[in-house]
């Protein structure tokens, strides 16, 4: 039976299918009884599909309306 801490190390390839088979089974096999465990994962997906998405959002309008302005307005106090 894996211990958690080892299946905290192997939490992004099991997420990702990149665990071998024989770990695959071991994490399956430790999450039916670990409730600790099974939350971490649900937070790590969690985490890490809120970190993709910043990542592929595009900023709103507004803030690049504001750094527009705020850009214009150094650049014209700096010429002052
Ligand atoms: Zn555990």
Redesign the pocket.
Known sequence: MLT?HQ?AAGATDYMEGAAPPLRRLGVWA?LRI?P??REYLRQLSRSIGLARRALVAAPAAEVEDALAAIFAAHGQGAAE
Do not use: G, M, Q, W
């Open positions: 958690c299946v430790h670990c600790n465990c």
